[in-house]
């Protein structure tokens, strides 16, 4: 068996800035009620309508490349998490192909909302350690901002939500002290509706009615407290659950980066595991929840702000709309 590392990463985020007076405009909210209860200030927006998740994946998969030091051409599998795919079907990884100009690459889209870039690592961490793949671009990308309601009904997730995508390639290093040592996910479909958008509903002739657009069933519906509690919970817990498989202390650690959704939540994480403040990254304040691509996007900014390098050690965790959660661990470097 091979071992994998993540060999780059990069980002990219639309230039559009909304700031939380600019929802507070749109409908019943305040820059005081956001940044208290989310530590959100500002996040991002596509700059006009046409630009899909793929879209915004492109420059993010070229930048991680860059990174990696390879050509877009040597990526040989891409692994496309997002809750917001450019269309129904076919998925985004399909759309995400083509504009890269690397046909016959295998495509493939998972719907693990803010716990896709684990399960997508995961999936390329086994690819590359069976020597399927050599180059898997794991890309998770999403365009929120045409997806939810700018009206007081919406107001608790819309004021959430922002545009964004992030990339990491995957593939074989040689080095033992280096790579992806391990990644733990999960899900509970009891909590399913929770958090959820239940329209179009493929349960329904047609699925796409009327009657959903007025009821609200075509925007994403939370309960805030209750996906709280759980993340608080589950988040902490599995990040010990793999810190603890591997023998790894708060020392080892050089920073954790989780899944950014709310910043209370990811003190509270932090807290429960007892790292220090300074170990964890922070980058809702700019860019809200970008779901599956906030755990790259935060690695990237902070690998770029020369917070974490060569020879590292990163914790990862997250939770999210399925339920799903997960955490890994990672040494940077190849
Ligand atoms: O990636 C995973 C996805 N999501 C999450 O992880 C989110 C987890 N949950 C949360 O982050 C929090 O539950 C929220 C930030 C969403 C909400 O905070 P909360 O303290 O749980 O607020 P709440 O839902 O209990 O609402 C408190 C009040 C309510 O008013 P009343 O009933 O007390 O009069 C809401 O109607 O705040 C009101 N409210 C708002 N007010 C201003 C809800 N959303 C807003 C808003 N602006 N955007």
């Excluded at 019943?28 to 959100?40: A, F, K, L, P, V």
């Excluded at 860059?66 to 692994?79: F, L, Q, T």
Aim: net charge negative.
């Amino acid at each position: 068996m091979k071992r994998a590392a993540i060999l780059g990463v990069g980002h990219y985020v639309p230039s559009r800035v909304v700031t939380n007076d600019d929802l507070a405009k749109l409908f019943d909210t305040s820059d005081e009620w956001i940044r208290q209860r989310t530590g959100i200030q500002e996040r991002r927006y596509i700059e006009h309508d046409g630009i899909g998740s793929s879209d915004l994946a492109v420059p993010a998969v070229q930048a991680a490349c860059e990174n990696a030091g390879i050509d877009v051409k040597d990526i040989d599998a891409i692994i496309f998490a997002t809750l917001s795919p450019d269309h129904v079907f076919p998925g985004s990884g399909c759309f995400l192909q083509d504009k890269l100009g690397i046909p016959c690459v295998p495509a493939m889209d998972i719907r693990n909302q803010c716990s896709g870039f684990l399960y997508g690592l995961k999936v390329a961490d086994a690819w590359v350690q069976t020597g399927m793949y050599q180059r898997v671009a794991v890309v998770g990308a999403e365009v929120h901002s045409t997806g939810i309601e700018f009206a007081d009904r919406g107001r608790d997730v819309t004021v959430l939500f922002g545009d964004g995508a992030a990339c990491a390639i995957v593939g074989p290093t040689e080095r033992e002290d280096r790579g992806i040592i391990d990644i733990e996910v999960h899900a509970d479909g009891s909590g399913a509706k929770l958090l959820w958008i239940e329209a179009a509903d493929s349960t329904q002739t047609p699925r796409m009615q009327q009657r959903m657009i007025d009821e609200g069933t075509i925007w994403p519906s939370m309960n805030g407290k209750q996906v709280f509690r759980w993340a608080t919970d589950k988040m902490p817990e599995v990040a010990r659950s793999v810190m603890q498989r591997n023998g790894v202390t708060n020392d080892d650690i050089k920073l954790l980066v989780p899944h950014q959704a709310n910043m209370r939540i990811n003190e509270f994480v932090a807290k429960k595991l007892e790292l220090p403040a300074d170990k964890v990254v922070h980058n809702i304040q700019k860019y809200g929840n970008t779901t599956a691509a906030s755990i790259p996007l935060a690695l990237s900014e902070a690998m770029a702000e020369g917070r974490c390098g060569d020879g590292d050690l990163i914790l990862f965790a997250a939770f999210g709309s399925g339920f799903t959660w997960g955490a890994g661990l990672v040494r940077l470097g190849s």
